[in-house]
């Protein structure tokens, strides 16, 4: 049981974190400020380069929390202790940044402001990694009550994802999660050609 619940550093960083910051924004009273300040204001006025960092850690309700946290716990605990934490550390703040790039440059070309939060990019990240290290893992859904190897999870969902986002589905950054997958994969196949990770 302690081994199914013990948690790398950084997961565990960055798990506290997020749930700190979603705390101090939900109880106190200058939470506001953190999220004027910290989510990804994307053309619009209170748009500051450092938001393409801070948005990763605000949610917009504890469902958005719970979901990404969990999938960070998930996914992430493997993988840090698989890439080491200085690595999985840069791995998953590059998904997070580049999938808000990505979401913003769409964003920017179509003359679409919005504002962005939350993890979804990096989780994304993580998940595409956690199929690509390890493609025959079975996944158990919920809903649907499914058992499903890994890379196809991986692939449905990014192609979902690409779908919902084509046809703006939602309230959702759809192609922000397809980013950080991308991200994930040409940074995973970079250091696979320095011999750095073998898959």
């Not at 960083?13 to 400020?33: C, E, H, K």
């Not at 380069?49 to 996914?75: D, I």
């Not at 449905?156 to 084509?166: R, T």
Request: hydrophobic residues 60%.
């Amino acid at each position: 049981m302690n081994r199914f619940f013990d948690m790398p550093p950084v997961v565990k960083n960055l798990l506290a974190i997020n749930v700190l910051v979603y705390l101090a924004t939900a109880l106190m009273p200058w939470g506001r400020l953190i999220e004027h300040y910290g989510a990804l204001w994307v053309g619009l006025f209170a748009f500051r380069s450092y938001q393409f960092v801070t948005y990763m850690f605000l949610h917009a309700n504890f469902e958005h929390l719970f979901f990404n946290m969990f999938a960070l716990w998930m996914f992430g605990r493997t993988l840090e202790y698989e890439l080491g934490s200085r690595r999985f550390l840069v791995y998953y703040m590059v998904c997070g940044v580049g999938a808000a790039l990505i979401q913003a440059g769409i964003a920017w070309a179509m003359a679409d402001p919005m504002v962005l939060v939350g993890a979804s990019g990096a989780v994304m990240g993580l998940l595409l990694a956690f199929g690509v290290l390890h493609p025959d893992a079975i996944i158990m859904l919920i809903i649907p009550p499914v058992r499903m190897k890994a890379k196809w999870f991986v692939i449905i969902y990014a192609v979902i994802e690409l779908l919902l986002g084509w046809h703006g589905v939602g309230n959702i950054a759809h192609f922000a999660h397809v980013g950080g997958m991308l991200w994930g994969l040409g940074l995973l196949y970079w250091w696979k050609r320095r011999g750095v990770i073998r898959f």
